[in-house]
Nanobody
Framework: QVQLVESGGGLVQAGGSLRLSCAAS????????MGWYRQAPGKQRELVAA???????NYADSVKGRFTISRDNAKNTASLQMSSLKPEDTAVYYC??????????WGKGTLVTVSS
């Protein structure tokens, strides 16, 4: 069973930056994709960014040019550098990992609040 632990959320003013980190442990198989999703109040969970073990990335249109995802395969960690934050980025951010068998794992989430 894979455990994902997020850190780095908090309160920031619009235009500011935050860095989220996710550490994965307990995986018996290689983790193919790590990603970040978010869920704002009253809205569905949505993909923010994802990165494969080979370094290919995918971003939601709303965060392109502002957020950067990275990972350390050796340490099974992933980070999300968020810049130029907007109030609409306010949400609970969840770390996600997919192993080689297509199993999905989720962290408990970390709250990001952007004040205007």
């Amino acid at each position: 069973q894979v455990q994902l632990v997020e850190s780095g959320g908090g309160l920031v003013q619009a235009g500011g930056s935050l860095r989220l980190s996710c550490a994965a442990s307990g995986s018996r198989f290689s983790i193919n994709v790590m990603g970040w999703y978010r869920q704002a109040p009253g809205k569905q969970r949505e993909l923010v960014a994802a990165i494969t073990s080979g370094g290919s990335t995918n971003y939601a249109d709303s965060v392109k040019g502002r957020f950067t995802i990275s990972r350390d395969n050796a340490k099974n960690t992933a980070s999300l550098q968020m810049s130029s934050l907007k109030p609409e980025d306010t949400a609970v951010y969840y770390c996600n990992a997919q192993d080689g068998y297509g199993m999905n794992y989720w962290g408990k989430g970390t709250l990001v609040t952007v004040s205007s």
